[in-house]
């Protein structure tokens, strides 16, 4: 592999290598780093692969647990992504039985999201808007490790995944998942907490009218 670079002529630094490169002429050309004229002549090397260590073999490595781990990678933002559907399906119907004048809009579209267990993704994302109030229901990690729950049986564990409701400002609402049964359920922590103990309630058609009338007047 040739690689090339500028300089005032004699030596190239490349690595811990000094390799001794012949100087061509290219009359009027200046340096991007200094912006001064180089005497109408540009350094190459000629000849001579720069070996590429430690970072390609990091690369090689990741790309390999990259493509092993990809298909449950794939299967878990799928699986995260039509959870987020369906709850956002279940509030614009609450929405739409209480709202029978057409007076909230409902927008949806898809935010860009990164999680180390899913990589990079697009997961679904609502807005609610009536006249200047608007609600946002923001997703958030599928593997809530932040976010420990105790569940009706007195067991703490971590949310299965989590929404956050800001208007347009974190509201301190979080609506999170518990998968229980194979099924998700949904809870809702109504505003900040204490640190070491959040209460919640089940997130049902009644809770969210009430989260909308307390957000949007």
């Known amino acids: 592999m040739q690689d090339s670079g500028r300089g ?18 290219f009359p009027g050309k200046q340096s991007n780093v200094t912006g001064f004229p180089i005497s109408g002549r540009i350094a190459r090397i000629k000849g001579g692969a720069v070996r590429m260590g430690k970072l390609t073999e990091y690369l090689r490595e990741e790309n390999v647990r990259w493509q092993a781990e990809r ?19 279940d509030i614009a119907n609450w929405i739409q039985q209480a709202d029978s004048a057409g007076l909230i809009q409902i927008e949806r579209d898809t935010v860009r999201h990164y999680e180390r267990r899913l990589g990079h993704c697009e997961l679904p994302r609502m807005k609610v808007t009536y006249e200047a109030s608007e609600v946002t229901f923001q997703p958030r990690n599928r593997f809530a490790v932040g976010l420990r729950i105790v569940d009706e049986i007195g067991q703490s564990r971590f949310a ?11 509201s301190g609402h979080q609506i999170f ?14 505003g900040f907490g ?24």
């Not at 005032?8 to 002429?25: D, F, K, M, Q, R």
């Not at 298909?71 to 399906?89: I, Q, V, Y």
């Open 8 to 25: 005032y002529g004699g030596n190239i630094l490349c690595s811990s290598a000094v390799i001794e490169t012949p100087i061509e002429a």
């Open 160 to 170: 299965d995944g989590y929404v956050s409701v800001l208007c347009p400002n974190p």
């Open 177 to 190: 998942r518990l998968i229980e049964d194979g099924a998700s359920r949904w809870y809702i922590q109504p």
């Open 194 to 217: 204490h640190k070491h103990k959040i209460e919640y309630s089940e997130f049902t058609q009644e809770a969210a009218e009430s989260l909308l009338v307390g957000l949007l007047k």
């Open 71 to 89: 298909p449950l990678r794939e299967s878990t933002a799928n699986e995260w992504r039509s959870a987020l559907n369906e709850l956002f399906d």
